[in-house]
Structure formats: structure tokens, C-alpha cells
């Protein structure tokens, strides 16, 4: 009689991360479909057959004073996660993002012999490329979402391949697609404008408060134009909703069915993530903003190696989408880059190409279906 099929441990701690690590589940799943999976998610991660050990929802933040605030959460969910990829009954740990958990993670499980693959690991082009020998020392293979991270992480001893961005594999279905405004109860006969604040509670606190106040001077200023929020996920409608109390806005919460909106929208503001890309792969042109706490940007900025936050201005190799950064994330700034993007069609058109240019910079054969094959190579034993 053959050993029952080990367990694959799956690691990821926010939305995209989330979306990303489904994927490769799905194709997991089609290659060895008796193996049980395991992790730390939420919803997406559960719909895919992964039993949850985790929500990742009380572990995920950014920041240094952000972390703190959560740290008894953090030490809990990581002392059970290194307990858990320790059994015999883990073939494999299969990390997505989330650097600082999952290295330490990580470590943990190479200790104890578990093969690891890393898939969108920490983007150490920008910032402590001293890790690239440490992320070598513990995995058995990385995939990387960006086809320059693939030569400055080889020279570093990194098994790593890129494959194509795991976006384009989500956003297939969508990239020419009607947009369908009315769907998302939308008037017909509006100039859809996206306001996307962030996939996490503190940067939603951060964002959005700004992101309204701005919507309100382009209100007054542009009788035509309907807001649009899609919810990275829905527990954050009753912030947003909060936020909006007593207000007229002509503005539209959305759950559901982001790519199809995003695709309708006219222009957009987002927080600096994947949503920015998300947006510029779909052809939208957007502003590109971010806050964080004082002391988190100083020493972001002091390690950085870029001079860009934008994923898409980074992956173009120049700022063609404007940057609100710290300080100059206000209400009257955004609103002045909105303006003007609703005012010039030329210039709204020029950057909307320029943003779907980068679909072929970021094209490659299939990254769910490279984990899978580095996963096969590393530990298929475990699976039959």
C-alpha cells in the first residue's frame, strides 16, 4: 500500500498574495488532485479546497509602528505556522509574499528538511538586496513576478525563474472586455473614476479619508463624473461607509467584479500595490499615492534604492504616472491630477496606451504553472 499524499503548506497575507496563491492551488490541485492543502489565507485560499490553520486578517500590516501594534498576533500566528510546517505530514511550504513572516517561516521549514518555494518574493531590487543570499540559503526555487528580478537574484546564488506576472493570467478574460457600467448600478452616461485606498485596514484609514475629500472637489467641478470604490475585500465596507456619512457623493461601493469595473473607469486614484498595476495592465490611467507613518517612510526612503513607488512607472523604466507621495498626498493635489487627466482626452488616451504597453513587458509562458513544476521538482515524491 502507497503512504497517504503529504500536505502542501501554503503561506500568503494579503489579497493579491491571496489571489496569486489560489492560482497556483488550482493548478496544484489539477496536477495532484489526492494531495491535501493547508495554510495561512482567507476566503480565497478556502474556496480552492486549503484548509485554513489562519485568517490572515489579524497579521496583516505594514509599517513598523503598524507591526507593533499587532505584534501578539503576529508572535502567536508565527509560532503555530513554525510548528505546523515542522510535522512529517508537510511535503512542502509554498510561501507567497508577505517577506517578513514568511522568511522567518521559511527558515524554519528548511531547518526541518521541508523543501521551500518562494512565489513573488520580497522586492529586493528596491531595497535590502542583502537578503537575496539568505532567500538562496533557504529555498528550492523562487518565481519572480518581473523579468529583471531574474538576473539580480541568479547572481545571487537564487534558484529563481520568471514565468510571466501572475496579473496577466487573472486579468486574461478581462483585457478586452466591454465595459459594462450599469452592472455595478452605475447611471448610464458617467465618467467612471475609481478611488482605491489600499487592501488593508490602516492604509484604507490613511487613504480614504483624503481620496473622499478630493472626490468632492471634482463633484462640484465635473456634474458628469460617478466614483467608484472597489472593495479589496468586504470587510471594509463599514470604513468606507463610515467615512462617507452624510455625504452626497455620487459615488458606487463595489464587491464584486473589480477587473469588469476597472476596465469602464475613465481614470482612477489608487494606493501604491497591485492595484496600480492591476489598473495599468487594464489601460486605466491613474494618480499613484501613499501614506504611512512618519517614522516607517523615513526609513523606507533612507533604504530604498528606486526612485519610484509605482509598480507600473517602475516596470516602464520612467514616471509617466504622477506620484502623491507623504506630504504631498492631499485632497487639493489629487484632485488638480484628476482634473487634469478629465480635461485633456489626448493626454488621458496617450497614458492609457503607454499603461497597456506594459502587458508585454510582463509576458511569459505561466508562473502558477512553474510553482507547480518547481513544487514537483522539489518534493513530487511527497504527492505520487
Same mark, same amino acid.
Given at each position: 500500500?502507497?503512504?497517504?499524499?503529504?500536505?502542501?503548506?501554503?503561506?500568503?497575507?494579503?489579497?493579491?498574495?491571496?489571489?496569486?496563491?489560489?492560482?497556483?492551488?488550482?493548478?496544484?490541485?489539477?496536477?495532484?488532485?489526492?494531495?491535501?492543502?493547508?495554510?495561512?489565507?482567507?476566503?480565497?485560499?478556502?474556496?480552492?479546497?486549503?484548509?485554513?490553520?489562519?485568517?490572515?486578517?489579524?497579521?496583516?500590516?505594514?509599517?513598523?509602528?503598524?507591526?507593533?501594534?499587532?505584534?501578539?498576533?503576529?508572535?502567536?500566528?508565527?509560532?503555530?505556522?513554525?510548528?505546523?510546517?515542522?510535522?512529517? =505530514?508537510?511535503?512542502?511550504?509554498?510561501?507567497?509574499? +508577505? /517577506? *517578513?513572516?514568511? %522568511?522567518? @517561516?521559511?527558515?524554519?521549514?528548511? &531547518?526541518?528538511?521541508?523543501?521551500?518555494?518562494?512565489?513573488?518574493?520580497?522586492?529586493?531590487?528596491?531595497?535590502?538586496?542583502?537578503?537575496?543570499?539568505?532567500?538562496?540559503?533557504?529555498?528550492?526555487?523562487?518565481?519572480?513576478?518581473?523579468?529583471?528580478?531574474?538576473?539580480?537574484?541568479?547572481?545571487?546564488?537564487?534558484?529563481?525563474?520568471?514565468?510571466?506576472?501572475?496579473?496577466?493570467?487573472?486579468?486574461?478574460?478581462?483585457?478586452?472586455?466591454?465595459?459594462?457600467?450599469?452592472?455595478?448600478?452605475?447611471?448610464?452616461?458617467?465618467?467612471?473614476?475609481?478611488?482605491?485606498?489600499?487592501?488593508?485596514?490602516?492604509?484604507?484609514?490613511?487613504?480614504?479619508?483624503?481620496?473622499? =475629500?478630493?472626490?468632492?472637489?471634482?463633484?462640484?467641478? +465635473? /456634474? *458628469?463624473?460617478? %466614483?467608484? @470604490?472597489?472593495?479589496?475585500?468586504? &470587510?471594509?465596507?463599514?470604513?468606507?461607509?463610515?467615512?462617507?456619512?452624510?455625504?452626497?457623493?455620487?459615488?458606487?461601493?463595489?464587491?464584486?467584479?473589480?477587473?469588469?469595473?476597472?476596465?469602464?473607469?475613465?481614470?482612477?486614484?489608487?494606493?501604491?500595490?497591485?492595484?496600480?498595476?492591476?489598473?495599468?495592465?487594464?489601460?486605466?490611467?491613474?494618480?499613484?499615492?501613499?501614506?504611512?507613518?512618519?517614522?516607517?517612510?523615513?526609513?523606507?526612503?533612507?533604504?530604498?534604492?528606486?526612485?519610484?513607488?509605482?509598480?507600473?512607472?517602475?516596470?516602464?523604466?520612467?514616471?509617466?504616472?504622477?506620484?502623491?507621495?507623504?506630504?504631498?498626498?492631499?485632497?487639493?493635489?489629487?484632485?488638480?491630477?484628476?482634473?487634469?487627466?478629465?480635461?485633456?482626452?489626448?493626454?488621458?488616451?496617450?497614458?492609457?496606451?503607454?499603461?497597456?504597453?506594459? &502587458?508585454?513587458?510582463?509576458?511569459?509562458?505561466?508562473?502558477?504553472?512553474?510553482?507547480?513544476?518547481?513544487?514537483?521538482?522539489?518534493?513530487?515524491?511527497?504527492?505520487?
Amino acid at each position: 500500500m502507497s503512504p497517504a499524499p503529504k500536505t502542501l503548506f501554503i503561506i500568503c497575507g494579503e489579497p493579491s498574495g491571496e489571489t496569486y496563491a489560489a492560482s497556483v492551488a488550482r493548478a496544484f490541485r489539477r496536477r495532484f488532485p489526492l494531495a491535501p492543502m493547508e495554510g495561512i489565507g482567507s476566503s480565497g485560499l478556502a474556496s480552492e479546497g486549503v484548509r485554513l490553520l489562519l485568517d490572515y486578517g489579524s497579521i496583516s500590516v505594514v509599517g513598523i509602528l503598524e507591526v507593533a501594534r499587532h505584534l501578539p498576533a503576529v508572535v502567536s500566528a508565527l509560532r503555530d505556522a513554525k510548528r505546523r510546517v515542522g510535522r512529517p =505530514d508537510v511535503g512542502a511550504l509554498l510561501l507567497v509574499d +508577505f /517577506p *517578513d513572516f514568511n %522568511f522567518r @517561516v521559511g527558515r524554519e521549514a528548511h &531547518r526541518r528538511n521541508v523543501p521551500v518555494i518562494y512565489y513573488i518574493p520580497p522586492q529586493l531590487w528596491a531595497w535590502r538586496r542583502g537578503r537575496a543570499r539568505e532567500l538562496a540559503a533557504f529555498t528550492k526555487g523562487v518565481v519572480v513576478p518581473f523579468p529583471f528580478e531574474e538576473t539580480i537574484l541568479r547572481e545571487q546564488g537564487v534558484n529563481v525563474r520568471f514565468a510571466g506576472h501572475p496579473l496577466l493570467e487573472e486579468l486574461a478574460p478581462y483585457l478586452d472586455a466591454a465595459p459594462d457600467p450599469a452592472r455595478f448600478g452605475i447611471p448610464a452616461g458617467k465618467r467612471v473614476v475609481g478611488l482605491l485606498p489600499g487592501s488593508r485596514t490602516g492604509e484604507i484609514r490613511a487613504h480614504f479619508p483624503v481620496l473622499a =475629500d478630493a472626490a468632492r472637489r471634482i463633484a462640484g467641478e +465635473f /456634474p *458628469d463624473v460617478h %466614483f467608484a @470604490v472597489p472593495l479589496a475585500s468586504p &470587510r471594509f465596507r463599514g470604513a468606507i461607509e463610515q467615512e462617507l456619512r452624510g455625504e452626497e457623493l455620487p459615488l458606487t461601493v463595489v464587491e464584486d467584479g473589480r477587473y469588469l469595473l476597472f476596465r469602464g473607469m475613465a481614470a482612477a486614484v489608487a494606493a501604491s500595490g497591485t492595484a496600480t498595476l492591476e489598473l495599468a495592465l487594464l489601460g486605466v490611467p491613474h494618480v499613484i499615492v501613499y501614506r504611512t507613518s512618519e517614522v516607517t517612510y523615513r526609513i523606507g526612503k533612507r533604504l530604498a534604492k528606486v526612485s519610484s513607488i509605482g509598480l507600473p512607472n517602475i516596470v516602464a523604466g520612467e514616471p509617466f504616472l504622477p506620484e502623491l507621495i507623504q506630504g504631498e498626498f492631499r485632497p487639493e493635489r489629487v484632485a488638480a491630477e484628476l482634473r487634469a487627466l478629465l480635461l485633456e482626452p489626448a493626454r488621458r488616451e496617450s497614458l492609457a496606451a503607454r499603461c497597456r504597453s506594459l &502587458r508585454e513587458k510582463l509576458s511569459g509562458s505561466g508562473p502558477s504553472e512553474a510553482v507547480v513544476d518547481l513544487l514537483a521538482n522539489a518534493a513530487g515524491e511527497s504527492w505520487g
